[in-house]
């Protein structure tokens, strides 16, 4: 019922789950690249200290990018 993004990224891309969500993805290593920008920025250790201004730029486009992915394979509008 609750999981971490990166556990997350990990069941998607292992085994034969990858086949539910290659669809939105140019490869693994897309979807890889997406959660490696936000993993910095939302970690235990980030919730103390600063994170540098470009580390939550690269995570905010991140974001946008897998909310718009998601968007467009659920059909939401």
Not at 39 to 64: G, Q, T, W, Y
Request: glycine content about 8%; overall charge negative.
């Amino acid at each position: 019922s609750c999981m971490y993004l990166g556990q997350l990224g990990s069941l998607m891309i292992n085994g034969s789950t990858w086949d539910l969500f290659k669809a939105g993805y140019r490869d693994k290593r897309g979807l890889e690249d997406k959660l490696a920008a936000v993993m910095p920025v939302r970690n235990d250790r980030a919730h103390f200290c600063s994170v540098p201004e470009k580390e939550l730029d690269r995570c905010r486009i991140a974001c946008d990018d897998l909310l718009a992915i998601a968007e467009r394979e659920l059909g939401i509008a």
